[in-house]
């Protein structure tokens, strides 16, 4: 429980009220419709104040930047992609996501991982009303009967039932530009493998965000957790009976209000059979 | 006032006050100004542990002002 202006409310008030102190502030992040990761909208995000008694809600960069990037360029070839010395194109690693197996030792190397020192003394939350995610449904040749290469995507957006906003467990660093001395806080949002619903929804990587019940985003932010206990919150699958998934129009982003939802007549509906 | 739509003029303490209302994300916010000089108190409806609804002022300290501003509101939105 907290205190707001001397009356007692619940955590989720508390960060809804705070939220909205900065909101009236002329913040501009909290009263956005869609904060994409491709854009440079920073993004809100809750972290433990010193001696983790409170929390503060402040901006940071969406996309991890580790601290081995020395310059801007260097963080744009890394997000965006770029050919190497032999003209082979490396692609885009924009680091908007932090796999909750990779955050001590890397999935692709065995080492470790780029996040370790964040995941161990940098956890925070990222508050989210709900968030956007493309299902892919492949279409069969009706000559051949074969499945057809690319997929047709289609846009859902996630919300929780019971709450207005919700935690999202991330991590984040503090970097600096060698260069030109520009500071940033930059944060990824940590993901679990797929809930029965995500799975459907989020069907080309089966992944989705770390979600957090009130009690477990206070344990990320402010205990100091053991690796073992960071992987299991980082692991976190919410309650798929406690989502919900509606399909949104195509062109969402430009919508007046992104999360109405829209129809498409072909879709086959979601099943949840588990 | 910094945010120029008023919706309702009022009297508070003997004073005459301008109310506007705002919606920020989904939360209704009211913007209370007294004088063109002062910042507008921001006042809102929060929601105590237990679901009893009380009006605050944001950013906090001006719970007596909210509670009583916010009854005057109450009364104009009927």
């Not at chain 2, 303490?13 to 108190?41: A, N």
């Not at chain 2, 909210?66 to 509101?73: L, P, Q, R, S, V």
């Amino acid at each position: 429980m907290c205190y707001y202006n001397g009356q007692k409310v619940s955590r989720e008030e508390f960060i809804r009220l705070m939220a909205l102190e900065k909101a009236t502030k002329n913040y501009d992040f909290l009263n956005k419709g869609v904060i994409s990761g491709f854009t440079d909208t920073p993004v809100a995000v809750v972290v433990a104040t010193e001696g983790n008694t409170n929390f503060d809600i402040v901006q940071m960069e969406w996309g991890f930047i580790p601290n081995y990037l020395n310059t801007r360029e260097e963080v744009n070839r890394m997000r965006k992609g770029y050919k190497d010395t032999n003209g082979k194109y490396i692609p885009g690693q924009p680091q908007l996501n932090a796999k909750s197996e990779n955050l001590f030792v890397s999935e692709r190397s065995g080492r470790r991982s780029m996040f370790y020192d964040a995941a161990k003394n940098r956890r925070c939350l990222v508050l989210s009303s709900g968030y956007f995610d493309w299902r892919h449904v492949y279409r069969t040749n009706k000559k051949t009967g074969e499945k057809l290469k690319t997929p047709d995507k289609y846009p859902y957006y996630v919300s929780l039932r019971e709450h207005e906003y919700f935690y999202m467990a991330a991590i984040w660093n503090p970097w600096t530009d060698k260069e030109t001395g520009e500071m940033a806080n930059t944060v990824a949002l940590v993901t679990a493998v797929a809930n029965p619903l995500m799975k459907q929804v989020h069907n080309s990587k089966e992944r989705m965000p770390t979600i957090l019940s009130d009690e477990l985003a206070w344990r990320w932010i402010s205990e100091d957790l053991s690796e073992q206990e960071v992987l299991e919150i980082a692991a976190t699958q919410y309650p798929y009976q406690e989502m919900s998934a509606c399909t949104v129009a195509s062109d969402f982003l430009g919508k007046l209000d992104p999360t109405e939802p829209f129809t498409y007549e072909n879709l086959p509906a979601i099943e949840l059979v588990v | 006032m910094s945010q120029e739509t008023i919706d309702w003029q009022a009297n508070y303490r003997g004073h005459p006050i301008k109310i506007g209302k705002r919606q920020i994300g989904k939360t209704e916010v009211y913007y209370v100004s007294s004088s063109p000089e002062k910042k507008p108190l921001v006042l809102t409806r929060a929601l105590k542990s237990g679901g009893k609804e009380f009006w605050t002022s944001i950013p906090q300290g001006m719970q007596k002002e909210a509670e009583e501003i916010g009854a005057i509101i109450d009364k104009l939105e009927k």
